[in-house]
C-alpha cells in the first residue's frame, strides 16, 4: 500500500508537472531528528520538509524497511521504525537512514543519516582500585571493539599531587596485531632496562579513554599506587586497602566502602559494614581499624567508632575518635576534647580514664600487651600509668607516651624542642635527647630497645637504646629523618626484636642497625612493620616482605596463629579540677592529635549510653591517630611555638 501510494503520487506530480502554468520549485529537507544511536526495536523519526508549494509525501527508507511521515506542527512530519518487522536482528554497525519529500508539483528532496547499532569498546587493564604497581610490572591497558568498528586510540592518565604522567597510542602509530584492537603498554626510557614512564613513590588517581571515531569510552579508578622497590617481594594481595594485617587475617577497606576481614588462608571475607559516601561526606582515607583477638575495632569517617565481636557490630561510640587499641582494649576520646574512656571489646563496657568539660587539651595514649594503660596530656606535666601511677614531670606539653611492657618513654614540646626521656622498670628516667620538631609521633619502644629522634643541630637524626643502655646514631643525612607511624600502631611497628630501626628519609624508607649504614628499602609510601621476625610493608592493598641485607627473615605464614597474652586490670585515674588546664583552640599544635583528658568516677558504661556529644570530626594528625607524622611548617609551626610558650607559661603554677 506504501508502495502504491508512493507510485501514485508521483504520477500524479507528473502530470501536474507538465501544466503550463506549473512552476518548477526545489523541495527542501531542513532537518532530520533522529537519535544516531538505536538502543532500542524501534526509531522515532521526525523530518522537517518545504516547499514552494505543498509538500504531498514524506517517506523514510531503513534496511529496505519503509514507512510514511505524517504531517505534525510548524511543518514537520513524523513517524517510527519498528525493526520488529526486519525479520532479525540488526546487526552492528552502521546503517544508512534515507528520507525522500516530494512536493504536490513532483519535485522530491532526499538525505541521509548514518546510525549505529552501537556497543562502546570495552576497556582492560591490569591494575585494581587500592593495587601496587611493584618492581618488574609495567602497566598495560587494550581497547576491544565492538565488531565492525576498530579502537583509533586510547589513553591512560595518571595524575597525582606531584604530577601527572599521560600514555597514549593510536591506530595510525602503532597498528595493533589484532584487527580491531588498540594496546597500551607502559614505555621505559632507555629501552628493557631503563627507567618506567611511570614514577614510583606516588599514589594516583588513573583515567582511562578509548575512542573507535564513533563513540568514546572512559574509566576513572583510584587510587592507584606505585612502588617498584626491588627489594620488595610481594606476598599476597588483598580485595580492598589493608588497614591491619596478622599471621591469618587482614581488616580491608574496598573502594565501595566496605569494611570486612579478610582470611588469608581460604581468601574468604567477612564484610562488617559498607560505609556511606557522597558529596560533603568525609572521604574514605579518614577510616581506619585494627584486628583484635575476637575481630576487629575501627573509626568511620563520620564519627563513629565500631566493633565486630566474636560476629557481631557494635556501636563502641558516637561523635568520637578511636586513640588506641591492643588485644580486647580500646581507648576512645570524645570529639568535644573532654573526656576520654577504656573500652573492653569482648564486654562492652567503658570505664573513665579523664575528663575535663571544656578542655581542648590532647589526650594520648598507650595500651600494653597485659593491658595496662599509658596516657597523657597538656594538663600536667607526668605521664599517667595504671592505677594512676606518675612518671616524670617536665616543661612544656606531654606527648604520647609509648609502652613495650618494660619501658615506658614520652616526650615533652616546650615550642621549640621535644625533650624525651625513658623510665625503666626499675623506676630509673633517663634523659634520650632533643629534637628539634613538634611532632608527637617521635619514638619507638620494643622488646627493651628505643628508637628516639635527636637533633644535630641542624636536622632530627634517628638514635637507638639499645636494652644495656648503649646509645648508637642510626641516620646522618642531611635532612631530617622521622620514624613510619600509622594510626593505632604509633611507637611500635619500627623496631625488630634485635634493634634494627625502621625510619623514612627524603620520600625514602630505611632500615638502619648499629654500626651499619641505612638500608634503602622502599619508598615511604604506606606503611612498615616488624611482624614475625620480619620486615613488612603495607601499601593499598598489597603486604610486602622487605628483604634486609641485615638477616635472611622469615615469610609470615598465612597459616600461623598469634596467641593472645593475658591481660590486667586496668585501673581508673582521676584529677582534681584545679589540675586541669585549658589550651585554647587558637594555639594548639595542629600536628598533634584532637585528643583528650578524667572522670572522676570510675562507672561503666555499655552500648549506646557510652554515646557522647561532640562538634568536631574526628582527628586526623598525630600519636596513634594520625599518619606518619612530619615536622611543622608554617601556620602549623607557628601555633606549636605558641602552644609550648602559653603552656610552660601556665607550669608555672604550684601543683598538688
Known amino acids: 500500500m506504501q508502495a502504491y501510494r508512493r507510485h501514485v503520487g508521483t504520477a500524479i506530480a507528473l502530470v501536474l508537472s507538465l501544466s503550463a502554468e506549473a512552476a518548477h520549485a526545489a523541495v527542501t529537507i531542513g532537518s532530520i531528528e533522529v537519535d544516531r544511536f538505536i538502543e532500542s526495536e524501534t526509531i522515532p523519526v521526525r523530518v522537517a520538509a518545504s516547499s514552494p508549494d505543498d509538500i504531498y509525501y514524506v517517506e523514510a527508507e531503513f534496511e529496505g524497511l519503509i514507512i510514511e511521515l505524517t504531517p505534525a506542527e510548524d511543518g514537520y512530519f513524523e513517524g517510527s521504525l519498528d525493526l520488529g518487522e526486519l525479520g532479525g536482528a540488526l546487526p552492528y554497525g552502521p546503517h544508512v537512514l534515507t528520507v525522500d519529500a516530494y512536493s504536490t508539483l513532483g519535485d522530491m528532496g532526499s538525505a541521509q543519516r548514518t546510525l549505529h547499532r552501537y556497543a562502546p569498546p570495552t576497556l582492560a587493564w591490569n591494575v585494581l582500585p587500592n593495587d601496587t604497581l611493584t618492581a618488574g610490572q609495567r602497566f598495560d591497558a587494550k581497547c576491544i571493539p565492538t565488531p565492525p568498528y576498530e579502537c583509533m586510540s586510547i589513553v591512560a592518565r595518571f595524575s597525582s599531587a606531584d604530577g601527572s604522567v599521560t600514555l597514549e597510542n593510536d591506530r595510525w602509530w602503532s597498528p595493533s596485531p589484532v584487527p580491531g584492537r588498540l594496546y597500551l603498554k607502559e614505555w621505559q626510557s632507555g629501552g628493557n632496562d631503563g627507567i618506567p614512564a611511570i614514577p614510583s613513590g606516588r599514589t594516583y588517581t588513573l583515567t582511562i579513554e578509548a575512542s573507535d571515531d564513533v563513540g568514546t569510552v572512559t574509566r576513572t579508578v583510584g587510587p592507584i599506587h606505585v612502588d617498584r622497590s626491588p627489594q620488595l617481594t610481594v606476598v599476597q594481595r588483598a580485595p580492598g586497602a589493608i588497614l591491619d594485617f596478622d599471621a591469618t587475617r587482614f581488616l580491608l577497606l574496598d573502594h565501595r566502602g566496605r569494611i570486612g576481614i579478610f582470611e588469608r588462608a581460604t581468601q574468604a571475607v567477612?564484610?562488617?559494614?559498607?560505609?556511606?559516601?557522597?558529596?560533603?561526606?568525609?572521604?574514605?582515607?579518614?577510616?581506619?581499624?585494627?584486628?583484635?583477638?575476637?575481630?576487629?575495632?575501627?573509626?568511620?569517617?563520620?564519627?563513629?567508632?565500631?566493633?565486630?565481636?566474636?560476629?557481631?557490630?557494635?556501636?563502641?561510640?558516637?561523635?568520637?575518635?578511636?586513640?588506641?587499641?591492643?588485644?580486647?582494649?580500646?581507648?576512645?576520646?570524645?570529639?568535644?576534647?573532654?573526656?576520654?574512656?577504656?573500652?573492653?571489646?569482648?564486654?562492652?563496657?567503658?570505664?573513665?580514664?579523664?575528663?575535663?568539660?571544656?578542655?581542648?587539651?590532647?589526650?594520648?595514649?598507650?595500651?600494653?600487651?597485659?593491658?595496662?594503660?599509658?596516657?597523657?596530656?597538656?594538663?600536667?606535666?607526668?605521664?599517667?600509668?595504671?592505677?594512676?601511677?606518675?612518671?616524670?614531670?617536665?616543661?612544656?606539653?606531654?606527648?604520647?607516651?609509648?609502652?613495650?611492657?618494660?619501658?615506658?618513654?614520652?616526650?615533652?614540646?616546650?615550642?621549640?624542642?621535644?625533650?624525651?626521656?625513658?623510665?625503666?622498670?626499675?623506676?630509673?628516667?633517663?634523659?634520650?635527647?632533643?629534637?628539634?620538631?613538634?611532632?608527637?609521633?617521635?619514638?619507638?619502644?620494643?622488646?627493651?630497645?628505643?628508637?628516639?629522634l635527636e637533633t644535630d643541630g641542624a636536622v632530627n637524626q634517628v638514635w637507638l637504646r639499645t636494652p644495656d643502655g648503649e646509645q648508637h646514631q642510626i641516620s646522618n643525612f642531611a635532612t631530617s629523618s622521622q620514624f613510619d607511624q600509622t594510626k593505632l600502631r604509633v611507637g611500635h611497628d619500627g623496631l625488630s626484636d634485635t634493634g634494627e630501626v625502621l625510619f623514612l628519609n627524603d620520600g625514602n624508607r630505611y632500615i638502619g642497625r648499629p654500626g651499619g649504614a641505612p638500608e634503602r628499602v622502599s619508598t615511604d609510601l604506606g606503611h612498615g612493620r616488624w611482624?614475625?621476625?620480619?620486615?613488612?610493608?603495607?601499601?593499598?592493598?598489597?603486604?610486602?616482605?622487605?628483604?634486609?641485607?641485615?638477616?635472611?627473615?622469615?615469610?609470615?605464614?598465612?597459616?600461623?596463629?598469634?596467641?593472645?597474652?593475658?591481660?590486667?586490670e586496668v585501673l581508673s585515674t582521676s584529677f582534681t579540677g584545679d589540675e586541669l588546664l585549658d589550651v585554647p583552640v587558637s594555639v594548639r599544635d595542629l600536628h598533634e592529635p584532637d585528643a583528650l583528658p578524667v572522670l572522676s568516677d570510675g562507672a561503666e558504661l555499655t552500648g549506646d549510653d557510652a554515646d557522647t556529644g561532640g562538634d568536631l570530626a574526628p582527628a586526623a594528625a598525630g600519636c596513634s591517630a594520625s599518619g606518619p607524622a612530619r615536622s611543622p611548617g608554617g601556620a602549623a609551626a607557628l601555633a606549636a611555638a605558641l602552644s609550648g610558650l602559653l603552656a610552660l607559661a601556665r607550669r608555672s603554677r604550684p601543683r598538688s
Open 270 to 452: 567477612t564484610w562488617i559494614e559498607t560505609i556511606p559516601q557522597g558529596e560533603g561526606i568525609t572521604p574514605l582515607s579518614a577510616v581506619y581499624g585494627a584486628l583484635t583477638p575476637s575481630g576487629a575495632v575501627y573509626q568511620t569517617m563520620n564519627g563513629y567508632i565500631r566493633s565486630w565481636v566474636n560476629g557481631t557490630r557494635n556501636t563502641v561510640a558516637r561523635a568520637a575518635r578511636l586513640d588506641a587499641v591492643n588485644g580486647d582494649t580500646a581507648v576512645w576520646t570524645t570529639n568535644s576534647d573532654d573526656w576520654a574512656l577504656a573500652h573492653t571489646l569482648s564486654t562492652g563496657t567503658n570505664r573513665t580514664l579523664w575528663s575535663s568539660a571544656g578542655s581542648r587539651s590532647p589526650f594520648q595514649a598507650d595500651i600494653t600487651a597485659s593491658g595496662g594503660i599509658y596516657f597523657g596530656t597538656y594538663e600536667r606535666g607526668a605521664i599517667v600509668g595504671p592505677g594512676g601511677s606518675l612518671l616524670g614531670d617536665h616543661e612544656g606539653n606531654l606527648q604520647r607516651p609509648i609502652a613495650d611492657g618494660t619501658n615506658v618513654v614520652g616526650r615533652w614540646w616546650d615550642g621549640r624542642t621535644s625533650s624525651s626521656y625513658l623510665y625503666t622498670a626499675d623506676g630509673e628516667e633517663v634523659f634520650l635527647g632533643d629534637s628539634i620538631t613538634g611532632s608527637s609521633a617521635g619514638l619507638l619502644a620494643h622488646a627493651g630497645h628505643v628508637g628516639f
Open 531 to 568: 611482624a614475625d621476625g620480619s620486615w613488612y610493608v603495607t601499601i593499598g592493598n598489597t603486604l610486602f616482605q622487605a628483604a634486609s641485607a641485615g638477616g635472611s627473615p622469615a615469610r609470615l605464614a598465612a597459616t600461623a596463629a598469634f596467641a593472645p597474652e593475658d591481660r590486667a
